[in-house]
């Protein structure tokens, strides 16, 4: 099967326009979507209207601090996207069917993982959308672990596009722009496929993972990152610093 693997879009509606687009060149059909479709950006709506027709969609921890309640670890940045987020999407006595239809999805439509034959498919790790793989310790752990029984985990939350594996006993990362990459179903790995729509590895262009019949390739894709930017800057009750760290991927 071909499909692409987004994550952790976060209400950038510029980025994630670019990357299906390119996801539509190489005529895929099948998006999967990791989670954390909304928080820090400006266009949560018009995220959550493309995404519930995307092949599935998993809840990221931002998108349940929305829909449900915000953790004490939030830092005060990101809770304020998530205050912000949750009165614009909450409905309200006068609201129509759309806006009912998003918060019904955001609610209730996100899965906390998926599982396709040797492959799983989750937000932070299968136990948790909160757990970071972001050490070769914590990766470890997942790699060794044969509780699932799979080869493969994609993965987000993060916002750095890479991949965990075992080479002669010892975990190591290769970042998203590495040349070469394990070939799928070779070995038991961590696919980590970064961010759409706030990169962190120091790259601001939109990350996500392409899968085609001879293997997996990261891709990178530009976008109007002013655009992104400015709608951040222009609402009252998103921090500057949410568009800030856009311009700076980091």
């Known amino acids: 099967m071909r499909y692409a693997v987004i994550s952790d879009i976060h209400s950038n509606l510029e980025a994630l326009e670019a990357v299906l687009e390119d996801i539509e060149r190489h005529h895929v059909r099948n998006i999967f979507c990791l989670g954390d479709l909304v928080g820090y950006g400006g266009t949560p709506r018009e995220v959550i209207d493309l995404a519930m027709d995307f092949t599935f969609c998993l809840r990221g921890n931002h998108d349940d601090a929305v829909t449900f309640k915000v953790p004490s670890k939030f830092n005060i ?3 304020k996207a998530v205050y912000w987020t949750r009165e614009l999407l909450l409905p309200h006595q006068h609201s129509g069917p759309k806006a009912r239809k998003r918060w019904s999805f955001m609610r209730s439509k996100l899965k906390r993982f998926v599982q396709i034959q ?3 498919f989750a937000h932070g790790t299968p136990d948790s ?7 070769p310790e914590v990766a470890e752990e997942l790699l060794d672990g044969d509780e699932y029984g799979v080869q493969t985990f994609f993965v987000g939350h993060t916002h750095v596009g890479g991949v965990f594996f075992k080479d002669n006993g010892k975990v190591r990362f290769l970042h998203s722009s590495s040349p070469k990459m394990p070939k799928l179903g070779s070995r038991k790995m961590i696919i980590n496929a970064g961010s759409v729509g706030q990169p962190r590895d120091g790259d601001i262009r ?5 899968v085609g019949d001879d293997g997996f390739y990261f891709r990178r894709i530009p976008y109007d990152v002013k655009t992104a ?6 609402i009252n ?6 568009g800030q760290r856009l311009a700076e991927g980091h």
């Open 77 to 79: 940045i990101a809770a």
């Open 237 to 242: 009750g998103l921090p500057n610093d949410s």
């Open 129 to 135: 959308y909160f757990d970071y793989i972001d050490n």
């Open 229 to 234: 930017i400015d709608t951040v800057f222009y």
């Open 206 to 210: 939109a990350c996500y993972v392409l």
């Open 118 to 120: 040797d492959t799983i």
